[in-house]
């Protein structure tokens, strides 16, 4: 079947929109296989998504089983060594993958949500609206991500509700800038235009035509963004700001390791490793997306 090739590079059918479909989620899985630095993310993050989603059945103990043998070293009975209550810490680290990546994901889908709604009403509607919305932007804008996550879990305390609802807050005016500058220049485009022009609504014209066509960059900055809320999460919790004592974490292993540091390193550096490749492979996946999504490269390509 041919894909319409109109002036207005219409898809005139659903089977069609099925095929264009398919043909971009085929071109991305060719560019991840032959960027090595994205393949190798894939996979680490594949292995990583697996723990946490089975965690329960892969954990060699509960992770908060304690036992005799504190502070011991790797081996075969543990692999990775205990902390220093006894507890395993390669179960630690399993089950510490489901909040980390929870906390990570859930969080940037809330500040993207929150974000693009502002910055779609911000730059579509300008005015009072652009306004308003634009200077909490900026004043949130004035302090560090971290700081902002900082003061709101101090405020509402800690826990994996408020911990998740801290980070997401404070990286909102990420998502709105963004969306507001797509914005702004998208409503100009001729085909906004017409819409407009043949008594479209606005709701109709920022839901089909506007939205649409800034997803790219906000998918882009949302892949990031799981990265850098992994490490807000493994930051916070380091500091004691993070979840419950009993429920491990990545950064909470870490804080809990670092007074041990010299005479037990495996209970600091296995969750430094784990966080460390789980950035990055999230890091080199979203430089593949980037480069998949870049406007210029693809018709360089054409």
Same mark, same amino acid.
């Given at each position: 079947?041919? *894909?319409? @090739?109109?002036?207005?590079?219409?898809? $005139?059918?659903?089977e069609d929109v099925s095929l264009l479909r398919r043909s971009r989620?085929?071109?991305?899985? &060719? @560019?991840?296989? #032959? $960027?090595?630095?994205? *393949?190798?993310? &894939?996979?680490?993050?594949?292995?990583?998504?697996?723990? =946490? *989603?089975?965690?329960? %059945?892969?954990?060699?103990?509960?992770?908060? $089983?304690?036992?005799?043998?504190?502070?011991?070293?790797?081996?075969?009975?543990?692999? &990775?060594?205990?902390?220093?209550? +006894?507890?395993?810490?390669?179960?630690?680290?399993? #089950? +510490?993958?489901?909040i980390s990546f929870f906390i990570?994901?859930?969080?940037?889908?809330?500040?993207?949500?929150?974000?693009?709604? %502002?910055? *779609? @009403?911000?730059?579509?509607? +300008? +005015?009072?609206?652009?306004?308003?919305?634009?200077?909490?932007?900026?004043?949130?804008?004035?302090?560090?991500?971290?700081?902002?996550? !900082?003061?709101?879990?101090?405020?509402?305390?800690?826990?994996i509700f408020n911990l998740t609802i801290a980070i997401s807050l404070a990286y909102v005016d990420d998502f709105a800038r963004l969306a507001r500058g797509m914005v702004l220049t998208i409503?100009?485009?001729?085909?906004?235009?017409?819409?407009?022009?043949?008594?479209a609504s606005n709701t109709r014209i920022m839901g089909t035509y506007v939205l649409p066509n800034a997803t790219a960059p906000l998918i882009v900055q949302?892949? !990031?963004?799981?990265?850098?809320?992994? &490490?807000?999460?493994?930051? %916070?919790?380091?500091? =004691?700001?993070g979840v419950e004592s009993t429920t491990p974490t990545w950064g909470l292993i870490l804080a809990e390791g670092r007074s041990f540091i010299s005479r037990a390193w495996w209970v600091g550096v296995f969750p430094g490793l784990a966080i460390m490749l789980t950035v990055l492979s999230i890091n080199f996946l979203g430089d593949a997306l980037r480069d998949f999504m870049d406007v210029r490269e693809t018709q360089d390509l054409m």
């Open positions: 079947m041919q *894909l319409a @090739t109109d002036d207005a590079s219409r898809v $005139d059918s659903p989620w085929t071109d991305w899985w &060719l @560019t991840v296989m #032959h $960027d090595k630095k994205a *393949l190798a993310g &894939l996979v680490i993050l594949a292995v990583f998504v697996f723990m =946490g *989603l089975f965690a329960p %059945l892969i954990a060699p103990y509960d992770p908060n $089983d304690m036992e005799y043998e504190m502070l011991a070293p790797p081996s075969r009975s543990h692999l &990775l060594g205990t902390d220093d209550l +006894g507890r395993d810490l390669l179960s630690r680290i399993i #089950h +510490g993958t489901r990570g994901f859930t969080t940037v889908a809330l500040a993207l949500v929150s974000g693009v709604f %502002l910055g *779609l @009403t911000a730059g579509y509607y +300008g +005015g009072w609206r652009d306004h308003l919305i634009m200077r909490y932007i900026d004043l949130q804008w004035a302090f560090p991500n971290f700081i902002i996550a !900082v003061y709101m879990v101090a405020v509402f305390g800690t826990g409503k100009q485009e001729p085909y906004v235009m017409a819409a407009r022009a043949m008594g949302a892949t !990031v963004s799981v990265s850098y809320a992994i &490490l807000a999460e493994a930051a %916070l919790s380091f500091l =004691g700001l």
